[in-house]
């Protein structure tokens, strides 16, 4: 069983900074892409970040600039360091990742959300 935990959201004030964290735990043979997920209310999941194994990092161009994706392949942990937080950012924040419990066949993994609320 894989479980991914995500940390780190909270209500921060527009031009601020937050960092969040996601553990992947359980059986865990090897991590592939991971990658970061916003939803804002009444939107869709729209996918904000990715990472491969190798630290390639790609983002959507609206956080270009300002979001960081990272990882500790050691310890199976994607970051996401938001900077210039702006109010079109709130949202909850999901990590997602493709992982391969027990060998080769990749199975894909989400969280269960932080929320991050940026006020003007």
């Known amino acids: 069983q894989v479980q991914l935990v995500e940390s780190g959201g909270g209500l921060v004030q527009a031009g601020e900074s937050l960092g969040l964290s996601c553990a992947a735990s359980?059986?865990?043979?090897?991590?592939?892409?991971m990658r970061w997920y916003r939803q804002a209310p009444g939107k869709q999941r729209l996918l904000v970040a990715t990472?491969?194994?190798?630290?390639?990092?790609n983002y959507v161009s609206s956080v270009k600039g300002r979001f960081t994706i990272s990882r500790d392949n050691a310890k199976n942990m994607v970051y996401l360091q938001m900077n210039s937080l702006k109010p079109e950012d709130t949202a909850v924040y999901y990590c997602?990742?493709?992982?391969?419990?027990?060998?080769?066949?990749?199975?894909?993994?989400w969280g269960q959300g932080t929320q991050v609320t940026v006020s003007s």
């Open positions: 997602n990742a493709d992982v391969a419990p027990d060998g080769a066949v990749l199975k894909n993994y």
């Open positions: 359980g059986s865990i043979f090897r991590v592939n892409i």
């Open positions: 990472i491969t194994s190798g630290g390639t990092p």
